[in-house]
């Protein structure tokens, strides 16, 4: 990978090289001009044209082509290989380029027209038509075709020799808009030649500057709408990234989104991801060439603890640490990028590139920036999500302490001193002693059924051991064996991994659910939807029996210590969710369950999940 890196770079120096070898050569073949003022107003357009370039891939193409060829059409070629080269070296400048760039953009540039100028007069012979004006169109015509198939060629050699992948949808992408670049330089070569055929008067400055004006205009017009696209294309996929990773907060593999929807987000050669645990480090997420082996979680405290805003690192050796040591040495810029939420460092994200200064784009930084926030939200929501759990699983704990302390030990309390006392009054009074045995025994027997329920209650959830359909399918055909009852199950949208919290507790209320219709509503059939939404996680379960009255039914809940109406919702509000139960007496029970999902959610689409039963 280094070697393919350094056949590039000697390649682009052999072509900046010859290029500004050319350019001082014909500088020195210029003949002084009496007016200058269209061919400066002729090299602004040009500057124009390449500064508002339509980005194409990783690199940029423009449709400045007629402006060239009228430079040279009307003052030579020595004065366009200067001029074009000097005006594309301005704008490299302007935009701030690497230096390797700076100076080969203009020098590929003027080596392409040059070969295309040279090879064009080695055919002029073989394409002489009898009409002048059609000898100078063919001869436009194929001087474009040339310096396009040169350009290309050039580019497409760099792009080859670089240790990033060119595909062939790549190339197929940049020859497409290059294309359409040429396409409108013909057209508007064929306007240059039409207009110029008829007598029209002396030709001057204004003549030429509302001749290109449009061709200026529709070259700002083109890099706006181009730059636009580039920004929808980034909003959404910031959004798809956003997304996914806030639909997958529940689950352990979380990050792995970010393997297929991030490099449609930033294009980087490398990322990688630390997230600060208590006081450690852990690097999360890698892609590119990283050495992981090298990463020391105390030089990192040291190193992130200082970093609050994105910092731009445009050349490896300037580095302040992290990237330049677990980042391999092809990599040559990065962007440090920490996760912050409520003035807490929770992370920190490295993104880099193969080439220094490659991170000069605002809109890459602010992008960064904005995915950085993001995440920072999705890290500190799945932490607080976490720790909810291991609440509740504490105080579930606590509470069957509390119950076995309460009960179980009280009872093994009794019965060890009933038996004690039943010890002392054998010999006195053997009837009694008896009668005290007889009970103590009762009082055994009963503490066994609560220990019995009590290590029930601590074993792995259905849930948890097979997962929440699977639980529900198991339970749905122990129903129908045990009862003859009827239950049709659906299961809509892609399934999705959630929390064990939620899934328990959807587990619960089915199970309250479908046992209140088998043990109170007499139907026959019950219908079973689970649904999984863009938005939410639906659970519902219907049954066809005689009903029931809510209002009194939530009356008789307070006075009952089973897993009502109440308890049902106490749970799913616990997991954030809602319950809603739809009944009237002789029509029916219908039991609703909705968890939102965390975050954003997900793009709009249809559900089939509007029951209309």
């Known amino acids: 990978m280094h070697r393919k890196e350094t056949n590039a770079k000697l390649f682009m120096t052999l072509v900046s090289t010859i290029g500004f070898m050319l350019v001082t050569m014909h500088l020195f073949q210029l003949q002084p001009l009496e007016d200058p003022i269209i061919l400066l107003l002729f090299a602004v357009f040009l500057a124009v044209c390449d500064y508002y370039s339509i980005p194409v891939w990783k ?5 400045n082509f007629p402006i060239v060829f009228i430079v040279y059409l009307v003052y030579g070629l020595s004065y366009t290989i200067v001029v074009y080269a000097l005006v594309v070296l301005a704008v490299n400048i302007i935009n701030r380029r690497p230096i390797r760039i700076l100076f080969f953009n203009p020098a590929q540039l003027v080596l392409s027209f040059y070969a295309a100028v040279q090879l064009t007069d080695l055919l002029s012979p073989y394409i002489m038509l009898k009409s002048t004006i059609m000898d100078r169109f063919m001869e436009y015509v194929i001087l474009l075709f040339l310096f396009h198939i040169f350009n290309n060629l050039i580019v497409d050699i760099v792009l080859y020799l670089r240790p990033q992948l060119y595909s062939f949808q790549a190339w197929k992408q940049k020859t497409l808009s290059e294309l359409s670049s040429g396409i409108i330089s013909l057209v ?9 055929s008829q007598n029209r008067g002396e030709i001057d400055f204004f003549s030429f500057f509302f001749f290109y004006s449009p061709l200026v205009g529709l070259s700002l017009l083109s890099a706006v709408i181009s730059r636009l696209r580039k920004e929808k294309n980034r909003l959404k996929a910031l959004f798809t990234v956003t997304s996914e990773l806030n639909t997958m907060v529940p689950t352990e593999d979380f990050l792995e989104g970010l393997q297929t929807s991030f490099p449609d987000f930033i294009d980087a050669d490398a990322e990688a991801l630390w997230i600060k645990e208590g006081d450690i480090w852990n690097l999360h997420y890698m892609q590119g060439d990283i050495h992981k082996e090298r990463i020391l979680s105390k030089e990192i405290d040291q190193l992130f603890e200082t970093i609050t805003s994105p910092i731009v690192i445009n050349n490896r050796k300037e580095d302040i640490g992290i990237a330049s040591l677990c980042f391999g040495n092809n990599l040559k810029s990065f962007v440090y990028a920490p996760l912050i939420i409520e003035k807490e460092l929770i992370g920190m994200f490295i993104f880099a590139r193969s080439r220094t200064k490659s991170f000069v784009e605002e809109d890459d930084i602010r992008s960064i920036a904005t995915f950085a926030n993001q995440l920072a939200i999705v890290l500190k929501t799945r932490a607080l999500i976490q720790e909810k759990e291991k609440r509740l699983i504490l105080e579930e704990r606590n509470r069957i302490a509390r119950e076995i302390h309460d009960g179980v030990a009280q009872s093994l309390a009794g019965a060890v ?46 849930t948890e051991r097979v997962g929440l359909i699977a639980a529900l399918r198991k339970k749905i055909n122990d129903v129908m064996e045990e009862y003859g009852v009827l239950v049709h199950f659906e299961i809509h949208g892609k399934e999705e991994e959630l929390s064990t919290m939620m899934e328990r507790v959807l587990f619960d209320v089915f199970q309250e659910s479908i046992a209140n219709s088998i043990k109170h509503s007499g139907t026959a059939s019950v219908d079973v939807l689970l649904s999984y939404q863009s938005e939410q996680i639906v659970l519902r379960v219907k049954d066809y029996g005689i009903g029931f009255s809510l209002f009194h039914e939530m009356i008789k809940a307070k006075d009952t210590s089973h897993f009502g109406i109440l308890n049902m919702n106490e749970s799913i509000e616990t997991i954030n969710g809602s319950l809603q139960i739809d009944s009237k007496e002789g029509e029916g029970t219908k039991v609703s369950v909705m968890i939102p999902k965390i975050g954003l959610g997900g793009e709009d689409r249809h559900d089939k999940c509007h029951d209309s039963r």
């Open 188 to 196: 508007y070569g064929f306007m240059l030649f039409s207009l110029g």
């Open 59 to 63: 690199g940029n193409t423009t449709i």
């Open 417 to 462: 001193m009933s038996l004690e006392t039943a010890e002392r009054k054998f010999r006195i009074n053997p009837e009694e002693t008896l009668h005290i045995v007889s009970s103590s025994i009762l009082k055994l027997r009963e503490s066994l059924k609560e220990v019995r329920e009590s290590i029930y209650a601590l074993r792995p959830y259905p």
